[in-house]
């Protein structure tokens, strides 16, 4: 059992979970990910690790109430536990010759960049985040981006909180404006790493972006993650999880990752059942 | 005077359009009546043909003799003395192949069911006086062991009982291995598989799950940080090969490892469990070995209204038990045999509609010894299907060779073994199992375990 130590709603569908988990924690860099189970029943789940202590041994992910399995988990409480915790998987993101670096979040990808931003920040590199999100409510992460950032570009769709329009906008002014990245980390959903991608490709700039595909082990056996990339089929879970961002098919990932798209509908009902047995039994 | 019957004891089995409706096991085992009176087919041959057969020596004619008297305590005694998952073996074993392939009786007529026979008298121990093992003397020397499968529990099971302080480590979150999340619960009941593994539990084997062996701690961490004296690696088969043919990649292409892991180790069929599974009304599976009758009839079992089975060579050349490939017909799976699919095709969506195949005739023998398949020309055809399972086997994983100085591996990716010992190419370090023989058996990766178990034993004696 892993044990929550320390909780935050990041906004209203975010919430942050900090985990006791020393063997993963003694372990993790900055792009790998670990695959949760909240019981007996649950699924499990891949998440990018967000951040991680090794001297408290413990692990730290974001994540955004999508399903019924990041439900579940988000009605975990400090001090409850979760059945399993497993990581860290997949190679770390590789920063050599990162001098220069534009890092793009979407959204709850925020989580996952920051750690990006963090380690190459810390390896001296410049970071220039840019933060996309909808509108101002779902915010996240704003202090730490700027502590670990030289310069912080707020994007919303609405304009309600920074400069109104997408990552990709302020990502193309910048590069038209003369910065020189060694490289662009792009972390969202996945139209958003298919643009950004996109963006930077008659630039020639060096693109990595972090894929989140359907998983089981996470250490490949089942082939649930695979991509394709530059032709070839690849497992996120070994491979990857970070790819050359002009190489992948991201309609595939998207096609593929609809494929319970239905069953989600359909768990989710199940869900509040779930939960109002959950409190029941807690009652009794 | 020897039962003469040239025909197997015939054992209890659902009825095909039931259990292929259900999860329940599919074969009920022989009363202790029926496994007298098969056992009463053996001659006791001298030279023991059948012994040779058997991957871990088990000593045939001598257990079923016992089985012959009714001293099933005694039969289990000494198939115990060189097989540790007897109910799992007599369940899973190719014993037409093995054995049995070399049962005098067999030549004319059926041969001895030595497999039902081994099942028998695992399952009435079981039954009857299950006693836990005790914890054996501790000689206070520590071996790990890397994944929980066939190789895993056997080594284990051995290092215990010589007094080791043995450690499991266990990627997934349910001990057990591919007996687990691979071969489904109608063939082996996943409680079996449970109660080997508390046995190690009692004899003091420490098994912990979530630890994913290359990442989470390499194999030096291990020996130097951790104290261990000697590690055995039996992680078994890993990535999944697919066809390269166009429309693996839609949305209803499943890897059989995937889509076994869904329905066994993630219980898909229950609905109390939230494993999502494509709701599928037509299945190929492509391939021919026991994996792919699994998955055929796990799809069947799943509610699919029409499954295939799509191999390229001949039922004679399929790899799979014979049993299987029977229960499969009966549960009304359908062969199309000689045909190589070709494309999977899209239904517009990004979703399966159909798979096209080629039909294929035999030509000359390949390097296997098997007669290979040769495309007839413009035979296309297309079957209509929602899902398409591939199973055509797997490549060995790459997380602990990747992660480890000194491992060798061949060609294929298989670690590299001392035949005699199971050493590794790093001293005290050993391997057997799929990692090292690729895809296999149940047994052999087991009497590989069993065989790295002694070697390590005498390793550490003189160390």
Known sequence: MFRIVNKKELNSAVTLLEIEAPFVAKKAQAGQFIIFRVDEFSERVPLTIADYDREKGTVTIIFQKVGLSTNLLAAKEVGESIRDFVGPLGIATEYEGIKKVAVVGGGVGCAIAYPQAKALHKLGAQVDVIAGFRNKDIVILEDEMKAVSDNYYLMTDDGTAGEKGFVTDKLKELIEAGNQYDAVIAIGPIPMMKFVSLTTKPYGIKTIVSLNPIMIDGTGMCGCCRVTVGGETRFACVDGPDFDGHLVDFDELMNRNSIYKEQEAQMKESHVCRMEKLAHDLIQ | MPNMSLEKMKMPEQAPDIRNKNFEEVALGYTAEMAMEEASRCLNCKHKPCVNGCPVNVRIPEFVAQVAKGDFMEAYRIITSTNALPAVCGRVCPQESQCEAQCVRGIKGEAVAIGRLERFVADW????????????????????????????????GDLAKAGYAVTMFEAFHTAG????????????????????????????????????????????????????????????????????????????????????????????YISDYDTPLRKSKAVAVVGGGNVAMDAARCAKRMGAEKVYIVYRRSEKEMPARLEEIHHAKEEGIEFHLLRNPVKILDDGNGQVCGIECLKMELGEPDASGRRSPVPVEGSNYVIDVDTVVM????????????????????????????????????EGVYAGGDAVTGAATVILAMGAGKKAAAAIDKYLQTK
């Open chain 2, 391 to 426: 199973s055509i086997g797997t490549s060995p994983n790459p997380l602990i060779r990747s992660t480890t100085k000194g491992l060798e591996t061949n060609r294929k990716g298989c670690l590299v073994v001392n035949e005699e010992t199971n050493q590794t190419t790093r």
């Open chain 2, 125 to 156: 121990y079981m039954k009857n006086c299950d006693e836990m093992p005790e914890k054996p003397e501790q000689n206070g020397k520590k071996v790990a062991v890397i994944g929980s499968g066939p190789s895993s529990l056997a080594c284990a």
């Open chain 2, 177 to 268: 291995g591919v007996l687990v999340y691979g071969i489904p619960e109608f063939r082996l009941p996943k409680a079996i598989v449970q109660k080997e593994i508390d046995k190690l539990s009692t004899m003091g084997v420490e098994v912990m799950t979530n630890m994913v062996i290359g990442k989470v701690l390499s194999i030096d961490e291990i020996i130097d940080d951790m104290g261990f004296d000697a590690v055995f690696i039996g992680t078994g088969a890993g990535l999944p090969s697919f066809m390269h043919i166009p429309g693996e990649a839609l949305v209803g292409v499943y890897s059989a490892n995937e889509y076994l892991t869904r329905i066994n180790l993630m219980k898909a």
